[in-house]
């Protein structure tokens, strides 16, 4: 499972995608507290509650609209480009299926844990403040994504097929789960409860709810894996 | 205690039933090897001991566990059919890779030696996409007995290669 896990988590170091990837994401924590203080320096009507947060807003953003399509975009073949390639036979032979899609998940989460973590020390640097639950909640919203990500990978069994899938869901689901955490339309309400939006909308424990639904959506993944002929 | 034991093994893709019935015993020690005409269905039977698929009915044992067993696959080595391998990956640094997965830790001077069992020892350090079809063949044996497993499954480890390869393969 760790090896596994290690493997994913350096491997998401290498290649053009992530560097730029890991580049936004840096360039963002930098600018976002200068739009902060940006914002401060106007003299807005600021509570303590946006105050306390105002440096991530930027990061914040980020992971709201771009989060899935970054996760997907390079993550989106973590399993079925092993199934694929029938790489996953040494795998399978070798140690449980579930560890297979465990070790995989620590490794993204790993990776993406370093890079926002990162980045909120350089928010931290200039503006002295370590919004913690801000980052337990991009955390959860990471996981979210990433949980996905690998339902996905595991579900569609072409590569070629997740990516153009990433991109479409990488671009809609923000757009989608933004609407349904927000409308009063009741028939589409519901929907929020299962998407990540609504568990992080104040700064209190309600993402705790995310991490669950991760929870539900790789545990889907390990019994789908597990009756798949490889 | 058997190696492997089978009773009534079966697989069926759909409604064709391509391994039917197996009723098997081999002796630890012994080395066996399966013959049959294409698509006889002997990779398949191989896969299902292997946890590459799943069997559709009976059952089987691999070192006296009842299969299919997470446990005992740390004790057995599979060179599977077909497979490509990691491509950017070196020799030495699948081997470590597909070791560790197994739970074991192996240090260069061992890859190393496993690589020369297999003839591919100054290829060591290059990347897997520059192998000849020969070379990956005997890089999926290294990966199958790096880990030092008590039963081994070869899948058609000499197909395709030269008369002199297979003898050393088979040495
Ligand atoms: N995933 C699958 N879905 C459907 N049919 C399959 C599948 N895998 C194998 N078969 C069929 O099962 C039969 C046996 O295949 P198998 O690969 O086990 O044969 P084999 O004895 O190993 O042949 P070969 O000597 O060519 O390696 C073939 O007719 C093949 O088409
Ligand atoms: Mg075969």
């Known amino acids: 499972m760790f090896s596994i896990g290690k493997r994913e988590f350096i491997s998401l170091f290498k290649g053009i995608k992530s560097i ?52 997907m975009g390079l993550s989106h073949d973590v ?15 070798r140690v449980a299926r579930s560890q297979i899609v465990i070790g995989k998940f620590l490794g993204i989460w790993l990776f993406w844990l370093t890079c ?69 339309n009741v028939w589409v309400a519901w929907m929020r409860y299962i998407t990540p939006f609504y568990y992080i909308q104040h700064p209190n424990f309600a993402f705790l709810t995310n991490l669950l639904l991760s929870c539900v959506m790789l545990i889907i993944s390990i019994e789908i894996f597990k009756r798949r002929d490889c | ?49 292997t946890g590459i698929i799943r069997p559709t009915s009976g059952s089987f044992s691999l070192l006296g566990i009842d299969g299919p067993s997470d446990h005992v696959k740390k004790r057995i080595g599979v060179m599977p059919d077909y497979s490509s391998l990691y491509g950017n990956l070196t020799a030495k640094k699948h081997l470590k890779y597909l070791a560790g997965v197994s739970g074991k830790t192996v240090t260069n001077q061992q890859c190393i030696d496993v690589l020369r069992s297999v003839g591919l020892e100054e290829h060591a350090n290059q990347k897997a996409v520059k192998f000849s079809i020969v070379m990956k063949k005997k890089l999926g044996i290294a990966q199958a007995i790096i880990h030092d497993p008590d039963l081994i499954f070869l899948d058609e480890p000499t197909s395709g290669l030269d008369a002199e390869s297979t003898i050393e393969i088979q040495q």
Not at chain 2, 6 to 34: A, C, M, R, Y
Request: one cysteine or more.
């Open chain 1, 116 to 184: 926002l973590f990162v980045s909120f020390l350089i928010v931290c640097v200039f503006a002295q403040t370590f919004d913690i639950i801000a980052f337990l909640q991009l955390t959860s919203l990471l996981t979210y994504q990433i949980s996905l990500t690998i339902l996905l990978s595991v579900l569609v069994p072409k590569p070629g097929f997740t990516m153009f899938l990433g991109i479409l869901v990488g671009i809609a689901f923000p757009i989608l789960i933004a609407w349904v955490t927000l409308t009063s």
């Open chain 2, 1 to 49: 205690m058997f190696a492997i034991e089978t009773k009534d093994l079966s697989k069926s893709f759909g409604k064709t039933t391509v391994v039917k019935g197996i009723n098997l015993q081999v002796q630890t020690g012994e080395v066996l090897g399966f013959l049959g005409r294409n698509g006889a269905g002997k990779s398949t039977f191989i896969n299902m001991l």
């Open chain 1, 79 to 93: 399993m079925n480009k092993e199934l694929h390639e029938r790489t996953i036979r040494f795998l399978v032979s």
């Open chain 1, 20 to 71: 730029v990837i890991i580049a936004i994401l840096l360039v963002s924590a930098y600018y976002s507290t200068k739009l902060a203080e940006l914002l401060l320096s106007t003299g807005m009507n600021i509570s303590a509650e946006e105050r306390q947060n105002i440096y991530t807003v930027g990061i914040q953003f980020l992971i709201l609209l771009f989060g899935q399509l970054f996760v």
